[in-house]
Nanobody
Framework: QVQLVESGGGLVQAGGSLRLSCLASGRTYSTYAMGWFRQAPGKEREFVAAMYWSGGGTYYADSVKGRFAISRDGAKKTVCLQMSSLKPEDTAVYYC???????????????????WGQGTQVTVSS
């Protein structure tokens, strides 16, 4: 069974940068779309960024647009989230997600993903 493993989280000061990585295991793994979501204490999981594996398009939440960038490495089956100009409100557990089947539904909704990583903590101090 395919597993997603996030890494790269940590503690950073406001204005700093972090790069999150998500590695997909499984020799025959394939995906239609990859996304990043985050969940802060007491809040629901929210969309951060997503992309079609084919490279057809990338999407970002308004709160991170211009600061975060999602990318992929097809050979390594890895998706990354480059985060810059971090703010305290970016503090959350970040989850990598995969949708392995094609669908007409938007890839910005958590309910459309069928595989999830365990999450990695990102803490931004003032």
């Amino acid at each position: 069974q395919v597993q997603l493993v996030e890494s790269g989280g940590g503690l950073v000061q406001a204005g700093g940068s972090l790069r999150l990585s998500c590695l997909a295991s499984g020799r025959t793994y394939s995906t239609y779309a990859m996304g990043w979501f985050r969940q802060a204490p007491g809040k629901e999981r929210e969309f951060v960024a997503a992309m079609y594996w084919s490279g057809g398009g990338t999407y970002y939440a308004d709160s991170v647009k211009g600061r975060f960038a999602i990318s992929r490495d097809g050979a390594k089956k890895t998706v990354c989230l480059q985060m810059s100009s971090l703010k305290p409100e970016d503090t959350a557990v970040y989850y990598c997600a995969s949708r392995t089947r094609t669908a007409a539904a938007p890839i910005t909704r958590a309910g459309e993903y069928n595989l999830w990583g365990q999450g990695t903590q990102v803490t931004v101090s003032s």
